[in-house]
């Protein structure tokens, strides 16, 4: 039987690192900077952003840095048509937004980033508003919800394959405390993410579970004064809730895998 890997095309893969690259990191970015991060060639990366670009599939500016381009927007749209798992999700998520009055995130992992399916505002706030619907697992609170269940050998891999780069002064860069973080995690069933992914953004994550399996996340996000206003525990208590209901759904879990 062929591995998995002699059905895979180089290229492909460079291809498809370089597009998560500049959906996990903001602004743009150098021909130099992908390849070196990446651990790319530069005649490689040059290559395929030309191929990209062409397409649409990144912009380039006036200094011949890159960043991701419109071409994604008709396919982004034609995906959410035709996988309309939120019949399901949107109601539950509805009402929890509700009761707390903040916003409510649903994601799933995604080759080792967390992908937000769907997002139910709460009360206005423009951080949430304007971030990206791609997390990395180590500073999101659903992304932290996966990371607490990898066994030892598969965190110390993601560990190699990534670096802990800090996105704020409390994001978590160090492996041995962030592994702590994790141990706590798995104890209580909920991950927090203290403005360690955005300034003045905190988010609390529930785990949804299919047939015992990790399926996705479901978290609770906010400005940091307000929901300390509010009570943690009692949003939390809104989260449980809602990720009960959602994991009470018949059928969910064929919905969202990937």
């Given amino acids: 039987m062929a591995k998995k890997t002699d059905y895979t095309v180089p290229m492909v893969e460079k291809a498809l690192q370089i597009l998560r690259f500049l959906l996990e990191n903001n602004g743009t970015h150098g021909i130099g900077d992908i390849a070196g991060r990446l651990d790319i060639p530069k005649t490689s990366v040059f290559k395929i952003l030309y ?4 397409e649409r599939f990144v912009a380039k500016d006036a200094e011949d840095r890159y960043s991701l381009g419109l071409g994604f927007i008709p ?7 035709r996988w309309d798992f939120t019949k399901v ?7 929890g937004a509700a009761l707390s009055g903040e916003s409510l995130n649903l994601g799933i992992l995604a080759d080792d980033t967390i992908v937000m399916l769907d997002t139910v505002p709460g009360e206005e706030f ?11 697992l180590y500073c999101s609170s659903i992304g932290k919800i996966f990371l607490a269940e990898f066994e030892d ?5 993601y560990f190699e394959r990534h670096e802990l780069t800090p996105r704020t002064i409390s994001t978590l860069t160090d492996p041995d ?16 993410d203290w403005e360690e992914y955005e300034y ?18 479901i978290s609770l996000s906010g400005p940091t004064s307000r929901l300390k206003h509010k009570g943690l525990d009692s ?20 919905l969202l895998s990937l």
């Fill in 153 to 157: 050998e598969a965190l110390a891999e």
């Fill in 89 to 95: 999700t949107r109601p539950i998520m509805e009402r």
């Fill in 200 to 217: 003045g953004l905190t988010c609390m994550a529930k785990g949804i579970y299919s047939e015992g399996e990790l399926i996705a996340g």
């Fill in 235 to 254: 949003l939390e208590a809104i989260l449980a809730d809602v990720a009960d209901a959602l994991a009470a759904e018949p059928g969910l879990g064929k």
């Fill in 177 to 192: 405390a962030l592994r702590k973080n994790l141990a706590e995690i798995e104890e209580t069933g909920t991950a927090h």
């Fill in 51 to 54: 191929t990209l670009e062409s």
């Fill in 126 to 136: 423009f951080i949430i508003r304007h971030l990206i619907p791609v997390a990395p």
């Fill in 75 to 81: 396919y982004d749209a034609e995906v959410k048509n």
